[in-house]
């Protein structure tokens, strides 16, 4: 069955840097958009950025522009979000998803991770 695994989250300071990965298994990684997004407490679940199936096109959040980067490996089925400059405000338990919604961004994802905590004090 599709798994998605995240990792890399952790505690961090304001300015600081975090990459997060997210190993995918038992589905066709290739053939889906790999998104992330994110969920504070007590707001809702915000997409963050995704990356597209082969052409690598990427989209990303306001939040995200300028400090976060998407990126994919292929070759090892694993997602990545590199996080620069971070703020408290990024404080949030951090999803993969996978889509194999064939439209550009996609509306839906149709696997989820666990979720990566990652905490960032000032």
């Known amino acids: 069955q599709a798994q998605l695994v995240e990792s890399g989250g952790g505690l961090a300071q304001a300015g600081d840097s975090l990459r997060l990965s997210c190993a995918a298994s038992?589905?066709?990684?290739?053939?889906?958009?790999m998104g992330w997004f994110r969920q504070a407490p007590g707001k809702e679940r915000e997409f963050v950025a995704a990356?597209?199936?082969?052409?690598?096109?990427?989209l990303n959040s306001n939040s995200a522009k300028g400090r976060f980067t998407i990126s994919r490996d292929n070759a090892k089925n694993t997602v990545y979000l590199q996080m620069n400059s971070l703020k408290p405000e990024d404080t949030a338990v951090y999803y993969c998803?996978?889509?194999?919604?064939?439209?550009?961004?996609?509306?839906?994802?149709?696997?989820w991770g666990q979720g990566t905590q990652v905490t960032v004090s000032s």
């Open positions: 038992g589905f066709t990684f290739t053939s889906n958009t």
């Open positions: 998803a996978a889509s194999g919604d064939s439209r550009w961004p996609p509306l839906k994802y149709d696997f």
């Open positions: 990356i597209s199936r082969y052409v690598g096109s990427v």
